[in-house]
């Protein structure tokens, strides 16, 4: 789950990080009007959902009340990486002495967190930048988290000395508590700044949560839901299957992530996917009812493919499901269906009794040409 | 020969009361699998499929032989559950679980590794040496016994992998699932070492996905270290940017874990990358040949 900055400079605040002072927008008046407040420069950044080491929003700086309007009204009718701008945040543009960029991402290489820090916007740690010298970076324990001695480190890493040092690792600190607090895969600074004075603050906020952990965090289960766009993938998740909608006719459903990728994989080599769909472990008659349905609810399908493997899965339970919604809905589109491990035998006679034209055999490829020659009919 | 597990492994399920612990202990014992406990605090005295139920695994461990355990507990406790296991004194921990907060899987991972113990997982099919010893939710009957070791980051891979393979007469040392998520307890490197220890293997499959680097960093101890032949098979190549293509892992933004990444890797360490599933056999045929 993806937080948008303003909602992340609030998490970072309850650990005891600053933000430049500002307030967010839905209007160009109450921008103008947070300006006119504040009495000073303002920078106005639309509030879109920016995956953590992808492009940062573009942002305005605003001298006056009148900048501030024009500012946020350009914001607010635009369309960013295809999201509708609804939001700007109109905050202090602060004086900067100096900037660092900063991000602590999971390494699945080391198995831990990994801080870097930099004066330069970030990428990622790859050689060329550990080469560079230019980046301050290490693993924290994940039993002990970051520690300030460490923090220092890397603060003197990047040239601070003294006082400065000592509270640009506090920040870096603090935000490792962050992203430790809330179960984060990724948070950073884009960037922290000093100001002349020597303070420090948030400028430019990322902070993305585990979807695994929101259990522990039952306040952010609606905030959650309504962070995923595509309102056929909310769906989806509501019904507990991974839903990724693609620009296809297409539909697919899979029991398992890799058997998913593999089926679009392979559909796109002679057309054109509807949707990924992998509905993980345990599915039900009633879970592939829905999955039928939501997956059907796409515009324009020529046909529904389904590779389903039972392992885990009880196939039979699911069949009933799917062939339930062939006939409830009168579904008339060629609905292709692979179908092979424990209880396979019982799967192919509900489906085929239910219309569907099963493939008996192992390899996806085969059976996706088997949906093509069934398209063409 | 085999990897991890064979005839002599002695296993306890922990979750074994559980729906999908009963469900998957059936299974286990029907492949041959040589069950000794079962783990559930509270139920300790009852028996599951004729099993012994213990409420920890030191009680278990003080009355049976066992040296592997595999979790079928879920997410919110694994954590304590590996622990509990590693306290035990086990040595190799089978995780299947998915949707495990990537901060305790670091926490899990730390922890067994430093007591010099094995995690396989999580978000993992099991392993399966065919015809000894199958440990994890994977359907039986698409196994048989070979020369062929597969690694797979999905449990739906493997079986579509070993299926295809058993069809075409070319029988499993050993089936491992290395997991799905973004961090696992033991990496694609590791597994392609203990291939190439067993005398048996005489080829590896992988199945690679988008996400990571494992596939990269293991091209080059392909290159450097091994000593028999790897065939490759990815997907993921439809994936969208910042999508996550239901692996927790399984994700690119820019340039880190894109496919084009790990072809090129593979590709530079003389790995065969099959095009479709259909071309897997034919290229471990070929590469049985020598």
Request: with cysteine; glycine share 12%.
């Amino acid at each position: 789950m993806i937080l948008y900055e303003s909602e992340a400079k609030r998490f970072f605040k309850e650990q005891g990080i600053p933000s430049p002072p500002g307030e967010v927008a839905k209007t160009s008046q109450e921008a103008a009007e947070v300006a006119r407040k504040m009495g000073k420069p303002m920078n106005i950044k639309p509030q879109i959902l920016v995956l953590p080491g992808g492009r940062a929003g573009d942002f305005q700086t605003a001298a006056t009340p009148e900048e501030a309007d024009r500012a946020a009204k350009n914001f607010l009718k635009k369309t960013l990486n295809g999201q509708q701008v609804t939001e700007v945040l109109v905050e202090e543009k602060l004086p900067v002495q100096k900037e660092v960029h900063v991000a602590i991402r999971v390494d699945g290489a080391a198995g831990a967190p990994l801080i870097m820090a930099s004066l330069d916007p970030l990428s990622d740690l790859d050689e060329e930048a550990k080469a560079s010298g230019k980046v301050a970076w290490r693993h924290a324990d994940p039993f002990r988290g970051l520690q300030s001695y460490e923090a220092r480190k890397m603060a003197k890493g990047l040239g601070f000395t003294g006082d400065a040092a000592v509270k640009l690792a506090d920040q870096i600190q603090r935000l490792y508590k962050t992203y430790s607090q809330w179960n984060a895969l990724a948070a950073g600074f884009n960037p922290l700044v000093m100001t002349p004075e020597g303070n420090f603050f948030a400028a430019g906020a990322f902070l993305e949560i585990d979807d695994s952990a929101l259990f522990r965090f039952p306040q952010l289960r609606e905030l959650s839901l309504s962070r995923i766009l595509d309102p056929l993938a909310r769906e989806g998740k509501t019904i507990g299957v991974t839903y990724v909608g693609l620009d296809g006719d297409i539909g697919v459903i899979c029991t398992g992530a890799g058997i998913g990728m593999a089926t679009v994989d392979l559909i796109s080599k002679r057309g054109r996917p509807a949707n990924f769909l992998e509905t993980g472990g345990g599915i039900t008659e009633k879970q592939m009812a829905d999955v039928m349905r939501l997956v059907l609810k796409k515009p324009g399908l020529k046909g529904v493919f389904l590779n389903m493997y039972g392992g885990i899965n009880p196939i039979h339970e699911g069949a009933k499901g799917v062939v339930k919604v062939i006939r409830e809905d009168r579904v008339s589109i060629p609905v292709v269906a692979k179908a092979i491990g424990n209880f396979q035998e019982e799967t192919w006679k509900i489906l085929e009794e239910g219309g569907v034209t099963v493939i008996k055999t192992i390899p996806t490829d085969q059976a996706v040409d088997e949906l093509f020659k069934r398209l063409k009919k | 020969m085999s990897i991890l597990i064979d005839e002599k492994t002695r296993v306890m399920v922990q979750g074994i009361t559980g729906r999908m612990g009963a469900v998957q202990t059936m299974h286990m014992l029907k492949a041959g699998t040589k069950i000794t406990a079962g783990v559930t605090p509270g139920r300790g005295g009852s028996r599951v499929e004729g099993v012994p139920v213990y409420d920890s695994a030191e009680e278990a461990m003080a009355e049976q032989e066992i040296n592997t355990s595999v979790l079928f507990v879920p997410g919110p406790v694994c954590e304590e559950s590996c622990a509990e296991a590693i306290d035990a004194g086990l040595k190799l921990i089978i995780l299947i679980t998915e949707h495990i907060p990537t901060h305790d899987t670091m926490r899990i991972r730390a922890y067994v590794r430093s007591h010099g113990a094995t995690l396989i997982g999580p978000t993992t099919p099991g392993v399966i040496t065919p015809g000894k010893c199958r440990i994890g939710i994977m359907p039986t009957s698409l196994f048989t016994p070979g020369p062929v070791g597969i690694i797979t980051r999905s449990g739906t891979m493997s079986y579509e992998i070993a299926g295809l393979l058993t069809t075409e007469g070319l029988g499993q040392t050993t089936m491992v699932g290395m997991g799905g998520d973004p961090v696992v307890g033991t990496s694609l490197i590791e597994l392609l070492d203990l291939f190439n220890q067993d005398p048996e293997t005489k080829v590896v499959v992988v199945h690679g996905e988008i996400g990571g680097t494992q596939e990269e960093r293991a091209a080059v101890f392909i290159r450097q270290k091994m000593t028999k032949p790897v065939i490759a098979y990815m997907t993921g190549k439809v994936a969208l940017e910042g999508s996550r293509m239901g692996h927790a892992g399984a994700v690119f933004v820019r340039q880190r874990g894109a496919m084009e990444n790990k072809i090129k890797a593979f590709r530079e360490a003389g790995v065969p990358i099959a095009d479709t599933p259909s071309e897997i056999a034919g290229l471990v045929r070929s590469a049985l040949k020598g």
